[in-house]
């Protein structure tokens, strides 16, 4: 198996590993890793740019997602608390 191959893999193991997690927000994963789904799906339409080829956002976050954002949004997205947004001020204070 190639890199390339290796590599494609875990990335659809962690698509689906944060599929199964849909209860952590985007805003832990930036708190705690810096980086999150949105991030996910904007490297993912940068990296096709470099490769030459077009992918819009929407396309990008579907594939994150694994449906289409608003809807994600809709079903599974809450309203950030007080204490995660103090959270990420003092992680993104810190970096």
Request: charged letters at 20%; aromatic letters at 6%.
């Given at each position: 198996m190639s890199n390339d191959a290796i590599e494609a893999a875990v990335f659809r193991r962690l698509l689906a590993h944060?599929?199964?997690?849909?209860?952590?927000?985007?805003?832990?994963?930036?708190?705690?890793?810096?980086?999150?789904?949105?991030?996910?799906s904007k490297w993912y339409v940068a990296?096709?740019?470099e490769q030459g080829e077009s992918v819009d956002?929407?396309?990008?976050r579907e594939l994150v997602y694994g449906i289409p954002y608003a809807d994600w949004k809709a079903?599974?997205?809450?309203?950030?608390?007080?204490?995660?947004?103090?959270?990420?001020?003092?992680?993104?204070?810190s970096r």
């Open positions: 944060l599929d199964g997690r849909k209860d952590v927000q985007n805003i832990e994963l930036m708190t705690l890793a810096g980086f999150c789904r949105n991030c996910l990296e096709a740019a956002l929407d396309h990008a079903q599974f997205q809450t309203e950030a608390t007080p204490e995660q947004m103090a959270a990420f001020d003092a992680a993104n204070a």
